[in-house]
């Protein structure tokens, strides 16, 4: 009697988070994205930060066509700071998810470790397709945190150069199927014209070059600022920002372009941009960015006598929540995602990390769009996307990753305006990353 | 008939007591009140409180709540940023508050007379005040571009060959906002001070005109002491809004560059919503409102006895 009417504080939770998801899912469904809950079989809730109409709705479909019964119902989450955080409150708060994704291993291990994502270990393990996903496969493939697996990539989010390819052909450049961080910079000097920078941003040179782990030392137990190959990176962006042949710092903060980089370069105003796949929904939406150019691709730069590891990440990790009522059925959605990536999600500018019976053809013609022979030099795309010696580096460490993130960020943009001395920020960058790692270590 | 002409003032009178109709509806008319009042301000400012005094990620859910004592102060304390981003505060309230209400007020002193155009120019003024602050941020976004915004282009234009990069200077970051914050106040500061003028009696002008006092000494022995109740309570209101400073430092600047901009509003945001330690984010909400409650103690303590009418 005295049970029936106590609200514990994890219902109390619970109900505020299902007001919020409530509010959420309804306006999915305003834009014509979930499906409604119903029949008799299970019901799927899936929380993902790829809007509805980029391959989420397909998908749901298409695996509801497979499973008649199973109602699956997308939410569209913000991947940002209040998003992400909504996807966590609503976990613990125990809104009805089934399945989640998580968009890089910080977020991810920081549910795991709060208990809000099942062991995916052993299930990765008995799918034969997954063996390179495994936590003990040879190179890594997934993250793995104290030897278990929590997220099942879906995608995988490499970097490339993108080159405006009438302003290459004008300066009679012509490109391999890779290069050196040298020959980048020498390209970029050559695209260098008045009111056209060669590039936005100069090239990585440390995690190129160092892989894994490049931000740690000792296992994790201190930072790795002091390796020479950061203050080699940051010497060579002064220098190309100097020479102007990389835009300058101060452009680049005053105008938001770490966020909107797909803007200088979609407007002509840089000749060539590092970035990964996000930019190709932009370039494809020739009404909101009209241009008259096509793009070419190359690979990331690798700085000589090193690995050439790429400056991208394995992304969208997906996760099945302990609180699922139906986990087998949720573990077969996201086999099904993970394995259906190349035929749904490639639209929205996401490459599959298994292509699944996806052929390379088809995953560009997705990856493209309708327009892919005016807008991009195709066979370089082919080229870099899926002949070149990929390789994505799988970090094991994420002591702090916001924080030091945060750091490195503000440092370098001190020393780009500036205002700090490469010396100052190897020191700086040093110190407040060990500190910010002692204190996630207590 | 005379029983019931009786019985009415004893009706009424049980419908004000303490139990009565009147009382029920008088609850009923402030409940919405009431209800918002427990669950926007008395919960959170209750919870937030409770939160300080903990170790929680919100991840880990309500039972990964850990009581910490005065861990997260005694960390604050020693906490170098910490101190850096109280630093800005007062720099941003300090000179942002007086900047604003004297612009306020120097706008109100120029409506209050017989000025062509009145009303139109107040809504003018007014204007910023209720404009999205993302809206104002990408106006000034664009007027204080370092290279191509209109107030360097006119800088340039009248000589000065190096003018500041504002908003990605790391000594203008702050000068540039503490401008833009006031620039939208002033019109709503302006607002207030034109109607407590405008409330003021003519008979003490004229009196004073008698008696031979010009227009500054009127200013500085009946203007400036009638409005003081005015100006205390636009002062508090001010610096709490300066102190609680949030949408256009994270729209324009994002605390930096460096951490040039960041001031404490923006130093809980990174704590709360970025790092996930909202224990440590609520401490330092904490101090800030311990810090603004002091400040308007000691504002309101200072202007008692110092107004005409007070």
């Not at chain 1, 619970?14 to 019901?43: D, E, H, V, Y």
């Not at chain 1, 600022?225 to 080699?232: H, I, L, Q, T, Y």
């Not at chain 2, 003032?9 to 139990?19: H, I, K, N």
Request: charged share 15%.
């Amino acid at each position: 009697m005295t049970g029936s009417r106590t609200i514990t504080r994890r219902s109390l939770l619970g109900i505020a988070a299902s007001a919020s998801a409530a509010s959420l899912a309804g306006c999915n469904l305003g834009a014509g994205g979930g499906k409604s809950a119903g029949g008799g079989g299970a019901t799927l809730n899936v929380w993902g930060g790829v809007p509805n109409e980029s391959g989420p709705d397909d998908m749901c479909k298409a695996f509801m066509a497979e499973n008649p019964g199973t109602t699956v119902t997308y939410t569209r989450y913000v991947n940002d700071d209040q998003g992400n955080l909504k996807l966590d409150t609503s976990l613990s708060g125990g809104v009805p998810i089934d399945l989640y994704f998580s968009y890089g291993p910080v977020p991810m291990f920081k549910r795991s470790a709060a208990g809000l994502a099942l062991d995916l270990t052993d299930k990765i393990k008995a799918e034969s397709d997954f063996a390179a996903l495994t936590a003990d496969a040879t190179p890594l493939s997934n993250y793995v945190l104290n030897g278990k697996l929590y997220g099942l990539p879906a995608a995988r989010a490499p970097q490339q150069v993108y080159i405006n390819k009438t302003m290459m052909d004008a300066a009679g450049i012509k490109l391999g199927k890779t290069w050196t961080v040298d020959e980048f910079n020498e390209v970029a000097r050559e695209l260098t014209k008045p009111g056209v920078f060669g590039t936005l941003t100069a090239p990585q040179l440390a995690r190129p070059a160092l892989g894994p782990d490049y931000l740690y030392a000792d296992g994790g137990k201190r930072s790795n600022f002091g390796n020479p190959k950061f203050a080699e990176e940051l010497e060579l962006a002064l220098r190309l920002q100097k020479a102007k042949v990389a835009m300058d710092r101060q452009t680049i903060i005053a105008e938001k372009l770490q966020t909107f980089s797909q803007n200088p370069f979609i407007a002509g105003r840089v000749a060539m941009l590092i970035q990964s796949g996000q930019i190709i929904r932009s370039i494809n939406d020739t009404k909101g960015y009209p241009h008259d150019f096509a793009t070419y691709c190359m690979p990331v730069p690798v700085p000589a006598g090193t690995e050439g590891w790429n400056t991208g990440q394995i992304g969208d990790q997906i996760s099945i929540s302990p609180k699922s009522k139906s986990p087998d059925q949720a573990w077969e959605l996201a086999k099904f995602w993970a394995r259906n990536a190349g035929k749904y999600m490639t639209k929205g500018g996401r490459l599959p990390l298994l292509s699944g019976e996806s052929t390379p053809d088809q995953i560009l013609e997705q990856l493209l769009g309708p327009q892919r022979d005016k807008l991009y030099d195709v066979k370089s795309w082919k080229s870099t996307l899926f002949e070149s010696d990929l390789k994505l580096p799988v970090d094991t460490i994420f002591t702090a990753g916001t924080e030091i993130s945060t750091i490195h960020t503000k440092l370098t943009d001190e020393t780009l305006l500036g205002d700090r001395s490469v010396a100052s920020w190897v020191t700086e960058a040093t110190r407040q990353s060990d500190a910010a790692i002692a204190k996630a270590g207590k | 008939m005379s029983a019931a002409v009786l019985a009415a003032p004893v009706s009424r009178q049980a419908r004000r007591g303490p139990g009565g109709a009147s009382a029920r509806a008088g609850w009923l008319f402030i409940l919405p009140n009431l209800v918002g009042f427990l669950a926007f301000t008395l919960v959170p400012l209750v919870s937030g409180i409770g939160i300080s005094f903990t170790d929680w990620n919100v991840v880990s859910g309500l039972d990964g709540i850990r009581f910490v004592g005065l861990d997260n102060f005694a960390a604050l304390i020693r906490d170098t940023g910490f101190w850096q981003a109280v630093g800005r505060t007062v720099l941003y309230a300090g000179v942002g508050v007086p900047l604003t209400m004297t612009g306020g007020l120097i706008i109100a002193l120029c409506l209050n007379g017989p000025v062509f155009g009145r009303s139109a120019l107040r809504v003018i003024f007014f204007v910023p005040h209720i404009v999205s602050s993302i809206a104002i941020g990408f106006v000034w976004l664009l007027l204080l571009h370092p290279s191509s915004g209109l107030v360097n282009l006119a800088l340039q234009a009248i000589g000065v060959a190096d003018p500041p990069t504002w908003l990605v200077s790391q000594d203008w970051s702050l000068v540039s906002l503490i401008l833009i914050t006031s620039w939208a106040g002033m019109g709503f500061h302006a607002v207030i001070f034109l109607s407590a003028l405008q409330a003021l009696p003519e008979d003490l002008y004229e009196a004073a005109e008698l008696d031979g006092a010009g227009r500054w000494r009127q200013f500085t022995t009946i203007t400036w002491p009638s409005l003081m109740p005015t100006t205390t309570f636009l002062a508090i209101m001010s610096m709490i809004g300066h102190s609680q400073g949030f949408g256009l430092i994270a729209f324009l600047t994002q605390g930096g560059p460096g951490n040039s901009s960041t001031t404490l509003s923006y130093l809980m945001y990174q704590n709360g919503f970025q790092y996930y330690r909202f224990g440590y984010a609520a401490a330092i909400g904490m101090m800030s409102f311990v810090g603004v409650l002091l400040l308007s103690a000691f504002f309101w303590r200072f202007q008692r006895g110092r107004g005409l009418y007070s």
